[in-house]
Nanobody, 125 residues
Framework: QVQLVESGGGLVQAGGSLRLSCAAS????????MSWYRQAPGKERELVAAISGGGGGRNYADSVKGRFTISRDNAKNTVYLQMNSLKPEDTAVHYC??????????????????WGQGTQVTVSS
């Protein structure tokens, strides 16, 4: 059974930091691209950051570049999002996403998307 369990959200003042964690189980973690998305009230869900299975490839939304860092520990089946210099506009529910096994479509097999339940991040001004 696939599980993605986020933790680390909370209330922080502008300029502060939070570290989100997403513990994964039920699939071969290293074969999945891991991402963080967020959804603010009344807005669509947006990609915040993504990291390849081996950790060598990362990409970020322009709005968080230089402030957020995504990382993963394949030995612990966990992905992290270090969020620094937080702004009120970062307030949202943050979701962990797993996509893969990456490359399976090249062999006629399915790739899947799994989601966590979300963790609230609130940044006060």
């Amino acid at each position: 059974q696939v599980q993605l369990v986020e933790s680390g959200g909370g209330l922080v003042q502008a300029g502060g930091s939070l570290r989100l964690s997403c513990a994964a189980s039920g699939f071969t973690f290293s074969r999945y691209r891991m991402s963080w998305y967020r959804q603010a009230p009344g807005k669509e869900r947006e990609l915040v950051a993504a990291i390849s299975g081996g950790g060598g490839g990362r990409n970020y939304a322009d709005s968080v570049k230089g402030r957020f860092t995504i990382s993963r520990d394949n030995a612990k089946n966990t992905v992290y999002l270090q969020m620094n210099s937080l702004k009120p506009e970062d307030t949202a529910v943050h979701y962990c996403n797993a996509h893969g096994p990456v490359g399976s479509r090249n062999y006629g097999m399915n790739e899947y998307d799994y989601w966590g339940q979300g963790t609230q991040v609130t940044v006060s001004s």
